[in-house]
């Protein structure tokens, strides 16, 4: 089966550039989670959608930050414009709410950004 | 609000030795605990989870967690560890949110492993 799937892997971009990062969840899950992790910070939530729907963006940082998902199987994360301490590793995670409530939550490999 | 406290940092352990990587956890109800493994370059990935019933959680890859309500602790433990085990394991409680149902993860900072061959 196919896992959680980012894209890119990597990417290196200047500073004021817009970044967009893509996610497309486990076919069926109707969770979708946007982490961001640092050394300094771990891993910090920044969005979480159900049935496609934003329910908490309280971890966004700022207003440079937007998280869109139009259907079930694409979600996309937005910076504009970039900044170096927007360098980061940043994962999508997606789950199930069927069955037993709280179905963990599976990974992407994440997409490591780079801001110069 | 819920959080999670991994006291170890680093934990260096030798193949074959046997390991318990702790985890402290902080929530006003019943937890739902969950410890995920990340290799270089690669995501989280699900060791085992807790929810209720059997205390002792037995994971993949040999892994087994003990959920002690008393001592609001879900350790990891491993008998014999294998050089492949080296990575960062993160702890982390799931809170049942209201709206849509679901969870919410909020995570430890991690213990990075390495193994001495």
């Known amino acids: 089966d196919a896992g959680v799937i980012q894209s890119p892997r990597h990417e290196v971009t200047e500073m004021g550039q817009e970044v967009t990062l893509r996610c497309k969840p486990i076919?069926?899950?109707?969770?979708l989670f946007w982490y961001r992790q640092t050394m300094m910070r771990g891993l910090e939530l920044l969005i979480y959608?159900?049935?496609?729907?934003?329910?908490?963006d309280s971890g966004m940082p700022e207003d440079r930050f937007s998280a869109k998902m139009p259907n079930a199987s694409f979600s996309t994360l937005k910076i504009q414009p970039s900044e170096p301490r927007d360098s980061a590793v940043y994962f999508c995670?997606?789950?199930?709410?069927?069955?037993?409530?709280?179905?963990?939550?599976?990974f992407g490999d994440g997409t490591r950004l780079s801001i110069l | 609000a819920q959080s999670v406290t991994q006291p170890d940092i680093h934990i260096t352990v030798s193949e074959g030795a046997s390991l318990e990587l702790r985890c402290n956890y902080s929530?006003?109800?019943?937890?739902?605990l969950f410890w995920y493994v990340q290799s270089p370059g690669q995501g989280l990935q699900l060791l085992l989870k807790?929810?209720?019933?059997?205390?002792l959680v037995q994971g993949i890859k040999g892994f087994e967690a003990e959920f002690k309500r008393s001592q609001s602790s879900f350790n990891l433990r491993k008998p014999s560890v294998h050089w492949s085990d080296a990575a960062e394991y993160f702890c982390?409680?799931?809170?049942?949110?209201?709206?849509?149902?679901?969870?919410?993860?909020?995570f430890g900072t991690g213990t990075q492993l390495k193994v001495e061959l």
């Open positions: 995670a997606s789950s199930s709410s069927l069955g037993l409530s709280n179905q963990p939550q599976h």
């Open positions: 076919s069926g899950h109707d969770y």
């Open positions: 959608f159900n049935n496609n729907v934003p329910i908490d």
């Open positions: 929530y006003g109800a019943t937890p739902y």
């Open positions: 807790y929810f209720s019933g059997d205390t």
């Open positions: 982390a409680v799931g809170a049942q949110v209201l709206t849509g149902g679901g969870n919410k993860l909020t």
